[in-house]
T-cell receptor, first 115, second 114 residues
Framework: DTGVSQDPRHKITKRGQNVTFRCDPI?????LYWYRQTLGQGPEFLTY????????KSRLLSDRFSAERPKGSFSTLEIQRTEQGDSAMYLC?????????????FGPGTRLTVT | AQSVTQLDSQVPVFEEAPVELRCNYS??????LFWYVQYPNQGLQLLLKYLSGSTLVESINGFEAEFNKSQTSFHLRKPSVHISDTAEYFC????????????FGTGTQLKVEL
């Protein structure tokens, strides 16, 4: 299976620590998205990349958050100085868009718990 | 900006009964519409989508949804549900011509009982 993978699947950290998540998209997909999902809510858009360029960031993405997609392949999402409010499921999705709408394929997510 | 409302947080239904999961959206521009399903302990999967053309779209497992522009709705229906349909269902929209980022509703938990 060559779907979207995310690592780690679970992360428990203490408030104030930095964490980094990784997403490996489906090979040759040119777009990569990050979403955040809290309990009882639907996923909320954070940011997306077209190849290696970060084209849009949500207001939810405070300056403690940074995302990269070097060489247009895998992506990392880093949260600095974590807060309890950062506890959520972080979802990654990828799609192949060629002039139209590409279906987004989601990974299993990384569940972050900040204690 | 777009928004999605799923009024029903939980829908219990008996097996082989019909079901409708409601979705209404708000947008000042044209949108694409999607239904995603999340089975227990699995990731989100696309169930069906409306991009253009026929307003009635179908999935391979018997679900269908109809785009109603005047009522800004995209309700999901199935004439006869199975135990295996138990899952959380999310309605989502993205504006046409944008980066295809999705705006999701809060989800509806469908619980199929014997």
């Amino acid at each position: 299976d060559t779907g979207v993978s995310q690592d780690p699947r679970h992360k428990i950290t203490k408030r104030g620590q930095n964490v980094t998540f990784r997403c490996d998209p489906i090979s040759e997909h040119n777009r990569l998205y990050w979403y955040r999902q809290t309990l009882g809510q639907g996923p909320e858009f954070l940011t997306y990349f077209q190849n290696e360029a970060q084209l849009e960031k949500s207001r939810l993405l405070s300056d403690r958050f940074s995302a990269e997609r070097p060489k247009g392949s895998f992506s990392t999402l880093e949260i600095q100085r974590t807060e309890q409010g950062d506890s959520a499921m972080y979802l990654c999705a990828s799609s192949l868009v060629q002039g139209g709408v590409g279906e987004q394929y989601f990974g299993p997510g990384t569940r972050l718990t900040v204690t | 900006a777009q928004s999605v409302t799923q009024l029903d947080s939980q829908v219990p239904v008996f097996e082989e009964a019909p079901v409708e999961l409601r979705c209404n959206y708000s947008s000042s521009v044209s949108v694409y519409l999607f239904w995603y399903v999340q089975y227990p302990n699995q990731g989100l999967q696309l169930l069906l989508k409306y991009l253009s053309g026929s307003t009635l779209v179908e999935s391979i497992n018997g679900f269908e949804a109809e785009f109603n522009k005047s009522q800004t709705s995209f309700h999901l229906r199935k004439p006869s549900v199975h135990i295996s349909d138990t899952a959380e269902y999310f309605c989502a929209v993205s504006r046409t011509g944008g980066g295809n980022k999705l705006t999701f509703g809060t989800g509806t938990q469908l619980k199929v009982e014997l």
